[in-house]
């Protein structure tokens, strides 16, 4: 059966409307990013020299993070120590749009804060110093979370746990948020540490990496079948609908109680930094589920997401722009990406491919009804530029120069049909019945036009060789001509 279509704009348009309580283990991330240059010679170990740092909210904040980047609000409860760290959460939480922050404080422990020293040339993690108490919450502390947790699950589409196993998600808070979500029919889906999943029995989805898998269910886990000969068990047992295994750069396995396996591939990627990838991940399970999505569509924005986060450095948070582009196919998107409606678009264009040394070539027409001439020409236009603008004549230009009945295509379906294509880089519909205007403003390295025309005879040479580009006539292909097409379509002679 084929993979159905992901209707991406209609789900994230649904996330924006979605909140999710996302219940964890916040931490302090911070990442000290510089060059390895020598040996220490007090030990056999590299020297950093710090050059820059930067610091995040790390763990199941980052969930939150990542939830508010999709589009979806976030309800957020967590724990933090009664020190500089967790007041360092608690401000960059209240300046954080989409998230609503609860935070129980305890004297008695500190906040969590990783520090990773990172070789910015090979990205790679040399240390990691942690300041953290991972013992479970006191009982005073757990009755306060609690009471935190719960007035929250009515406000809630879907409940996330979010298990760094630091003490926030302990049996008992664990056992009254799944309870009270089911009473008022929430979903919930559980990030899990603990090897006994008996703990997390009434969850909905439950979303172990490889290794936390294998060494719950005591299977090897290395194959799909396998996945799922030892997902039966401990789905009774957890009283689940269904268990997501992340399998890395192997991709990811859905096993649902009911129904078939789903195993998808991971996104060829070049892989910079893997930290956070999983919080990622179980936030783009909870906004995609809480908007309505079936196990599959939910899946596959999961691994898209996933292949996003781990091209960028440090705790990284997905946004939805983000998402979209790595899920829809480049055709799909080229004519968001390629048209230019703004004329700003334009210009910031140019700017930056003049940054990057672009030759920027120039060609223009009608381009009504698209045929093997139109594609020889701007095949050979854009052979002969690093980048290639095409001028469209709008509508009320093609009238002009064509009559009445044209163009057969309103501007907005040519330029999508000329954005599809691979040669062209950028489309700019111009109003005019010349380019001129356009050429002038861009002054092309490279003018394009048919073998048709004499080098005189084609609009704008004269700029484009004053600024030392340069005119290139295309020999044309001969038997083919819009007009003709549209005669023979109309019922004219052929």
Aim: hydrophobic fraction near 45%; include cysteine.
């Amino acid at each position: 059966m084929p993979t159905p279509i992901l209707d991406f704009d209609a789900l994230a348009q649904a996330i924006s409307g979605r909140t999710v309580l996302c219940i964890g283990d916040i931490m302090l991330d911070e990442f000290v990013y510089g060059e390895v240059s020598r040996i220490s010679p007090e030990a056999p170990a590299p020297v950093i020299s710090a050059q820059r740092s930067e610091i995040h909210i790390g763990g199941a904040g980052n969930v939150a993070r990542n939830i508010a980047s999709l589009g979806a609000r976030c309800i957020f409860v967590g724990l933090v120590g009664e020190d500089d760290a967790g007041r360092r959460l608690a401000s960059a939480l209240a300046e954080y749009a989409g998230i609503d922050s609860v935070l129980v404080s305890d004297s008695s422990r500190p906040t969590t804060r990783k520090v990773r020293f990172v070789s910015e040339h090979f990205s790679t993690h040399m240390l990691r110093a942690d300041w953290e108490q991972a013992g479970p919450a006191s009982d005073a502390t757990e009755t306060k979370l609690i009471e935190a947790i719960l007035p929250q699950i009515a406000r809630a589409d879907i409940v996330l746990l979010s298990d760094y196993a630091k003490g926030v998600l302990t049996a008992r808070v664990i056992r009254h948020t799944i309870d009270a979500a089911r009473k008022l029919g929430k979903p919930v889906i559980v990030d899990p540490k603990s090897l006994n999943w008996a703990i997390y029995r009434g969850a909905t989805l439950l979303t172990p990496n490889r290794k936390e898998f294998s060494e719950a269910t005591r299977s090897r886990a290395d194959s799909t079948q396998s996945i799922v000969d030892a997902s039966e068990d401990v789905m009774r047992l957890a009283d689940c609908e269904a268990i997501l295994v992340t399998l890395g750069e192997h991709g990811m396995t859905l096993v649902p109680r009911s129904g078939e396996a789903v195993h998808v591939p991971a996104f060829p990627v070049k892989v910079r930094d893997v930290s956070g990838a999983g919080d990622t991940v179980a936030a783009a399970l909870a906004v995609s589920l809480a908007s309505g999505a079936d196990w599959d569509a939910a899946l596959r924005m999961a691994n898209a997401a996933a292949a996003v986060a781990v091209g960028k450095q440090g705790t990284a948070t997905v946004s939805a722009a983000e998402l979209r582009r790595k899920i829809l196919p480049h055709a799909y998107l080229a004519a968001e990406e390629k048209i230019v409606l703004e004329p700003g678009v334009l210009d910031a264009q140019l700017v930056e491919w003049k940054r990057q040394g672009q030759r920027v070539g120039f060609t223009n027409g009608c381009f009504d009804i698209l045929h093997p001439g139109h594609v020889k020409v701007l095949t050979a236009a854009r052979a002969a530029c690093d980048r290639l603008i095409v001028g469209l004549n709008s509508d009320a230009s093609v009238r002009r120069l064509k009559g009445a009945d044209r163009p057969v295509q309103d501007e907005r379906a040519r330029a999508e049909v000329l954005a599809a294509l691979e040669a062209v880089d950028l489309v700019v519909i111009f109003e005019e019945d010349t380019p001129i205007d356009l050429i002038t403003k861009i002054k092309p390295g490279v003018l394009v036009k048919g073998g048709d025309y004499t080098r005189e005879q084609v609009v704008g040479h004269e700029v484009v060789e004053a600024a030392g580009g340069t005119v290139v006539l295309v020999d044309i292909l001969q038997g083919f001509s819009t007009t003709a097409l549209v005669h023979r379509a109309r019922g004219g002679d052929k």
